[in-house]
């Protein structure tokens, strides 16, 4: 865990949050500003910056991101969805640790998240 990460704290419930789905590699909660009716991001526990160190530091816990979305889309919409990871700033990354939108619920267009 690392002290100043917002996700981190979601994370270890130090932050409310609205989780949605939990387990020993993952956490699922809704995004604070959804863009569509379902918005979820889902998190590694790892604290790793972005999709990449996910996929080189805690692969079980990537594995374990994509299953607990497609989870999410099973239970929320019709098991379609679209898996957005905005990795640096110019791609509009906010936050530094790992993150997956999980965006569906309607059409979706090119939209990014
Ligand atoms: P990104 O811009 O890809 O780094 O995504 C960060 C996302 O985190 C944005 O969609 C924000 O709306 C969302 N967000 C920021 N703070 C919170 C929070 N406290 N709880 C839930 N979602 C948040």
């Known amino acids: 865990m690392s002290d100043d990460c917002l996700f981190c704290k979601i994370a270890a419930h130090e932050i409310p949050a609205e989780i949605v789905l939990e387990n020993d590699h993952v956490?699922?909660?809704?995004?604070?500003?959804p863009k569509a009716p379902v918005h979820v991001l889902?998190?590694?526990r790892a604290h790793v910056a972005n999709v990449a160190e996910a996929a080189a530091q805690a692969p079980d816990q990537l594995a374990a991101m994509a299953a607990a979305a497609q989870q999410i889309a099973d239970d929320e919409?019709?098991?379609q969805f679209r898996w957005i990871f905005n990795t640096g700033e110019r791609a509009?990354?906010?936050?530094?640790?790992a993150h997956g939108h999980v965006i569906g619920g309607r059409d979706?267009?090119?939209n990014p998240a």
Do not use: K, T
Not at 27 to 33: P, S
């Open 108 to 110: 979706l267009d090119w």
């Open 92 to 97: 509009g990354q906010s936050v530094f640790h």
């Open 42 to 44: 889902v998190i590694p």
């Open 77 to 79: 919409c019709g098991g």
């Open 27 to 33: 956490v699922a909660f809704r995004d604070i500003a």
